[in-house]
């Protein structure tokens, strides 16, 4: 077994979290040592690329044309295996449902495990909403303010970013008749920020490969980036992680070590490895959230726009919707995060036929310590490390807001056509959005309800740090990526005071 040179920092996971870290750790410290371990392979010839921007065009095609569902659990950029692979080393790079990578998963059956270099972060949406009053966590005064900010910048959130056109304008313009007084003046219907930035007339999307490049294209003496590197445990001595235990494609082994370590491997995983290493909180796990999904969709009216189809907008090119738009969540009087997506339905040759407005309503799931993710003792799943099983279940207050939303989301839709709700309306099954949090969340005091302070710190472990919306404490109800960045930006901080002060 080789014993790797001490790092500055070991940063385990190489998605947008791992990138967020590295890149402030950059930005505090050029000279600062970093080691990121992930353990998938890349999709394609680089690691950490969005598949929207990828080069190869087999994969550019399978991904563009799934996110069409706009439905994140099927954004793949392979396809879906059946059943699950004989070894770890028949499963190409790409997502795997829970239950296909050998977990037991049948209460919340559609989430999923982004098995490739870079993470969900080359497959997710780019949405990023800011959270607002509940969903906000240590409070919201200026330092909330101050890192919200940082990580808005990290994902170049850009705002507008797909639309608004002339019809999506008028989408916006009802729902505000409706919505527009129900909370602040920036939380009414409006564009949705994207994480993307223009490249000609192409949004690109931000990546782990965008946020610190680093990762795809190195250039970086102090920073080292290992992939197919799957860490199995770290090594705990006297209240500080001396090493990381490394497990390769190959099967070799190896340990690696860094004077501080940020763990930031997803909201499954983060907890699967501390659970592995023996570290093990009572709240390990508990807390699972993820909001449910009713979604639905209804042609627009035409005549009753005054709108022809030759009038009808075109997606940008690169784009499959014609407008993203937001109708923000603003607590009992809206308790809903909109997500509006807009397409226009082409013939063969290219011209209009028809226009759709999409609405998804996500609901607010309450936090519960028996939602959870359990680790077995004496099982493993396909990557050998110990079988998650998956407790989730909606409360009776859940499904009041559950019903409140299919109600709803009948109205939004008819305010723009007619519909059927018997084939074009759904509650999608837990886990379809991927916007899972709360597994390894912060708390103010160690008091059994929480794994790491509000820097990340696990509670009694010196030099460990988690990062990723796993942390995140508070009932999401929006996209959580750009929350999630918010505890990466905490744990960047916190550690860079750490190693100053050593």
């Not at 909180?281 to 709108?307: K, M, Q, S």
């Amino acid at each position: 077994m080789t014993i790797d040179t001490p790092a500055d920092v070991l940063l385990i996971g190489g998605g947008i979290m791992g990138a967020s870290v590295a890149r402030l750790l950059r930005e505090s410290d050029p000279h600062l040592s970093i080691t990121m371990l992930d353990a998938g392979e890349p999709i394609g010839d680089v690691a950490g690329v969005h598949l929207h921007d990828i080069a190869d065009p087999a994969v550019w095609s399978l991904y563009n044309t799934r996110v069409s569902s706009g439905i994140q659990g099927m954004y793949t950029g392979a396809e879906v295996a059946e059943e699950t692979p004989a070894t770890l080393a028949d499963a190409a790079p790409g997502m795997f449902h829970t239950a296909t990578f050998g977990e037991e998963a049948s209460a919340m059956p559609a989430t999923a495990i982004a098995w490739n270099a870079g993470g969900m972060g080359v497959h997710w949406t780019a949405a990023t909403p800011w959270p607002a009053g509940d969903e906000v966590f240590g409070g919201e005064d200026e330092q909330w303010r101050d890192d919200l900010a940082t990580a808005q910048r990290l994902l170049h959130a850009t705002q507008p970013a797909i639309g608004p056109t002339e019809i999506g304008a008028r989408v916006l313009e009802t729902l505000a008749e409706i919505y527009g007084d129900r909370g602040p003046a920036d939380r009414g219907p409006q564009a949705m920020p994207m994480a993307v930035s223009p490249d000609g007339d192409l949004l690109t999307r931000t990546s782990p490969a965008t946020i610190f490049p680093p990762i795809a294209h190195g250039g970086d003496p102090a920073f080292a980036m290992r992939t197919g590197a799957l860490v199995t445990a770290l090594i705990v001595d006297e209240g500080r992680v001396t090493g990381a235990r490394v497990r390769w494609s190959s099967g070799e082994e190896s340990v690696f070590a860094g004077r501080h370590v940020i763990v930031a491997a997803d909201a499954l995983r983060t907890p699967q490895l501390l659970f592995a290493s023996g570290i093990r909180p009572d709240a390990l796990g508990r807390y699972l959230n993820e909001h449910a999904f009713v979604t639905a969709r209804a042609l627009l009216d035409l005549d009753r726009f005054g709108i022809t189809t030759a009038e009808l907008p075109l997606a940008p090119r690169g784009e499959w919707c014609t407008d993203s738009l937001w109708l923000p969540q603003n607590g009992p009087a809206q308790p809903f995060h909109g997500q509006i997506m807009d397409t226009t339905y082409l013939d063969e040759s290219g011209h209009p036929l028809a226009h759709s407005v999409g609405v998804s309503l996500y609901t607010p799931v309450e936090s519960r310590p028996e939602n959870r993710v359990r680790f077995s003792d004496d099982e493993v799943d396909l990557a050998g490390m110990p079988r998650m099983t998956i407790d989730f279940a909606y409360s009776a207050a859940d499904r009041a807001l559950i019903d409140r939303a299919w109600e709803e989301s009948a109205r939004i839709v008819q305010l723009f056509g007619d519909f059927d709700p018997a084939t074009e309306r759904a509650l999608l099954p837990p886990g379809s959005s991927l916007h899972i949090t709360g597994t390894v969340r912060c708390g103010s005091d160690d008091d059994g309800t929480s794994v790491c302070d509000p820097s990340g710190r696990v509670w009694g472990i010196d030099n460990l740090f988690l990062a990723g919306t796993g942390v995140v404490p508070t009932p999401v109800v929006a996209n959580a990526t750009l929350t999630g960045v918010v505890t990466a930006v905490r744990a960047a901080r916190a550690v860079v005071e750490a190693h100053v002060a050593a």
